[in-house]
């Protein structure tokens, strides 16, 4: 990665000049644009525009946002820039199945996934082991109704003091109270199986199993308060077909479950991902 690596995001009202003063802007400060993508919707008439570049050595961050901030006023920009050598810090939480969990250790732990793992939470003490292995710390935090309430707490808590930036619910089998999800709005990541038709509860593979479905797969979306209706980041599918028992379905939905996890958490990660109303816009 190049020294002094930065990338801007930002959203504005749509408007002729946007890119040609941003552009000028870094040019002015003597940046090197590396990567330059920009997306106009005409249904929200705002645009969206993600660039990375390199920083000179003899301009510091400071300077940038000051010079920036002074410009995106103009526009009504919403924008951030980020230095893309930081590696994000995530939180994972985890229930009884593993298989999201196993998959984002091994990413962030072999350098395929530009972040770092800072804790892990779960209500069970399944993974405490797999955990220490990676030398991750893990907090069983088990949770009942009356406790519920509390719990969350120690996660928001956790969430401070590990300055984390990212939340990953990885197979996380409790629903989170409307608070917990306002205080994690727009950095918290959920994964669940996406089916034709939609099989809610228990055993969701075994049910699709019963009604012969042919297309099973996969949604990752922000958590809002809205049960699983969060802005969707990623989604696949993978076809099934007769021959293949509950188990088979199982299998088939663990590894999209995970692919498409591990998209959604490097697009945030690598600052890709653009909220658009109730939509994202995910550059690649």
Same mark, same amino acid.
């Given at each position: 990665?190049?020294?002094?690596? !930065? ?12 890119? =040609?003063?941003?552009? $000028?802007?870094?040019?002015?400060? $003597?940046?090197?644009?590396? &990567?330059?993508?920009? /997306? ?6 705002? *645009?969206?525009?993600?660039? +990375? ?8 961050? &400071?300077?940038?946002?000051?010079? *920036? ?5 103009? =526009? $009504?920009?919403?924008?951030?820039? !980020?230095?893309?050598?930081? %590696? ?17 250790? /091994? ?16 209500? +069970?003490?399944?993974?405490? $082991? ?7 710390? *893990?907090? @069983? ?6 406790? %519920?309430?509390?719990?969350? #707490? #120690? ?9 984390? &930036? ?25 994964? +669940? !199986? ?5 099989? %809610?509860?228990?055993?969701?593979? !075994?049910?699709? @199993?019963?009604?012969?479905? %042919? ?55 690598? +600052? ?13």
């Amino acid at each position: 990665m190049p020294q002094n690596d !930065h990338i801007l995001t930002l959203s504005c009202p749509d408007r002729t000049g946007i890119v =040609y003063r941003v552009s $000028g802007l870094l040019f002015e400060l $003597g940046c090197n644009i590396l &990567d330059s993508q920009q /997306f106009g919707d005409d249904e929200t008439g705002r *645009f969206f525009l993600r660039v +990375h570049f390199n920083l000179p050595e003899a301009i510091s961050a &400071d300077e940038l946002r000051t010079r *920036f901030t002074a410009m995106a006023e103009g =526009y $009504g920009m919403d924008w951030q820039i !980020h230095d893309a050598r930081r %590696k994000p810090r995530l939180l994972i939480m985890v229930s009884k199945q593993g298989h999201c969990l196993n998959d984002l250790l /091994f990413r962030v732990s072999s350098g395929q996934l530009h972040a770092e793992i800072a804790a892990i939470v779960s209500n +069970h003490n399944d993974f405490a $082991g797999l955990a220490a292995s990676y030398g991750i710390p *893990f907090h @069983h935090l088990p949770v009942t109704p009356e406790t %519920k309430a509390e719990q969350e #707490q #120690q996660i928001l808590r956790l969430v401070a003091s590990e300055k984390i &930036d990212l939340v990953v619910l990885a197979r996380y089998m409790q629903i989170l109270s409307a608070q917990m999800c306002e205080a994690l709005n727009g950095r918290a990541i959920n994964i +669940h !199986h996406s089916f034709l038709p939609s099989f %809610k509860g228990a055993r969701p593979y !075994h049910q699709a @199993h019963a009604r012969g479905v %042919k297309i099973i797969g996969a949604t990752a979306h922000y958590v809002t308060s809205d049960l699983d209706e969060g802005p969707i980041i990623e989604q696949d599918i993978e076809r099934v077909d007769h021959t293949m028992t509950a188990q088979d379905l199982t299998q088939v939905g663990s590894d999209v479950e995970s692919l498409v996890l591990a998209r959604a958490v490097r697009s945030h990660v690598e +600052h890709r991902i653009l909220l658009n109303r109730n939509k994202t816009v995910v550059f690649r």
